[in-house]
């Protein structure tokens, strides 16, 4: 019987004794899909991967794609310093509450951030309530440094509590800015450096402007003008109502602006006229003792959702929500916000809404809702009337204000009375409950 061959072990190749652990196998991984990894992970974990081999030390600088984002209370020589050792584009720059240590450090940033042609750029400055200019009692606010017009790559813009540096001679704009929001920012040169600002911007798409702060003379704001000729979303939202104006906008769909309510100047016809093109769109009409849409003339005919922050119990309220009505032939969402009113006054009656009826006023009328209803005499009255007119009607909410003095079980008990012009109309129901 011959014996049986002897089985040799054939054990694994044993890494370089000279090698770290781990290194061998990252190194195995093609670059694409390492960098394809680091892009995906949070700047602070990519920088630690320095620490897992030999050739990964300074893997992270040279990683396209990677976002650099920091928190609150970062150290502003720890940004400073990734910033220089990195070497790629950068996509991505954001810092959330830069508090007052970090001021002076941003206009390092800036500056380089110019020369990797970052793309996005998210800064939100914190304003001290302690410290206040002493000639003009007057908040003190960072001003950017003026290393910010020179980010010429910039796609996203978003701006906190900041100023602008006056715009440097030959600016030549943001070439491939989509998107832009400023939010607590000033303008002390005056509203038409953010003019020139919204202009120098061909392709911006998305433009927010909230809480602004412009100075003005005699109690006035300069007048202004919002043209971008790409632009299809608008959003304002002011306390004042700081001198703006839509000069042309052709491709605007959507438009959310908060500022009528402080705007007894504004001329409301000029601003729905400039507006005329939207698709859904948002707006507060003042409570006036006057129609301000009384003699609107252009059509809404792209309109299809329309929010209104107005009063109901007003004539010259209701008569500015049948301006809009009339002028958008193609609505289908009406949503209605009252004003906190608590005037007992009842104006709009019955005589009168049959008044403004026309057989095509709710043609494509598909959903309603009011919210903050205080059950007014006036505001059931208009209520009654939709319901009983809108014959394509799904549709209609109604949220209760908390103030209000009537009961759930009364205030629907009144609602189920009302005859529905649409069998498929529904009735939903709520009270507002803020705690």
């Known amino acids: 019987m011959e014996p049986s061959p002897r089985r040799r072990r054939i054990l694994p190749p044993q890494p370089d004794a000279a090698a770290e652990p781990g290194e061998t196998i990252l190194d195995s991984l093609p670059p694409e899909l390492l960098s394809e990894i680091l892009s995906r992970l949070p700047l602070r974990c990519a920088v630690r991967t320095a620490a897992l081999a030999r050739a990964w030390r300074r893997r992270w600088e040279s990683v396209p794609s990677l976002r650099i984002k920091w928190r609150a209370g970062a150290d502003p020589d720890a940004i400073t310093g990734v910033l220089r050792r990195y ?32 793309q996005t750029l998210d800064l939100d400055f914190e304003r001290s309530d302690e410290e206040f200019d002493e000639e003009s009692d007057e908040q003190s606010v960072h001003t950017l440094h003026p290393s910010i017009f020179w980010c010429r790559g910039l796609t996203v813009l978003r701006l906190s509590g900041c100023n602008i540096p006056t715009m440097p001679p030959g600016f ?16 002390p040169d005056g509203p038409r450096e953010l003019e020139a600002l919204v202009a120098a911007s061909p392709l911006l798409e998305t433009l927010r402007l909230l809480h602004l702060e412009v100075p003005y003379s005699n109690g006035e704001y300069l007048q202004w003008a919002i043209q971008a000729p790409k632009l299809r979303y608008l959003f304002i939202d002011q306390i004042v109502d700081y001198g703006w104006q839509i000069a042309d906008l052709p491709s605007l769909e959507e438009a959310d602006i908060d500022v009528a309510m402080y705007s007894t100047h504004r001329d409301f016809v000029k ?4 507006l005329d093109r939207t698709k859904k769109l948002k707006i507060s ?107 394509g009607l799904r549709e209609f909410h109604v949220c209760l204000d908390e103030g ?9 008990t009144e609602l189920v009375k009302y005859r529905r012009a649409s069998p498929r109309a529904k009735v939903f129901f709520c009270r507002a409950d803020y705690d």
């Open 87 to 118: 070497s790629c584009p950068v996509i991505e720059f954001s810092h959330s509450h830069i508090g007052e240590a970090s001021f002076h450090h941003s206009g390092i940033w800036l500056r380089v951030l110019a020369l990797r042609g970052v």
């Open 172 to 187: 030549a704009g943001f070439p491939n800015l989509t998107k832009m929001t400023l939010f607590n920012v000033g303008f």
């Open 271 to 274: 601003l729905m006229t400039g």
């Open 285 to 391: 009409i003042p409570p006036e003792d006057v129609n301000v849409l009384e003699g609107l003339s252009c059509r809404f005919n792209n309109l299809k959702s329309l929010s209104l922050q107005t009063s109901l119990h007003l004539l010259s309220g209701v008569l500015s929500l049948f301006c809009l009505l009339r002028n958008a032939p193609n609505l289908e969402v009406l949503d209605i916000e009252l004003y906190d009113d608590y005037s007992e006054d009842d104006e709009v009656d019955n005589d009168f809404l049959n008044a403004q009826w026309a057989d095509d006023l709710f043609s494509n009328l598909v959903c309603v809702g009011v919210t903050h209803l205080t059950c007014k005499l006036s505001e059931m009255r208009f209520i009654e009337f939709v319901l009983s007119k809108a014959r």
């Open 404 to 412: 209000c003095s009537k009961s759930n079980e009364e205030a629907v």
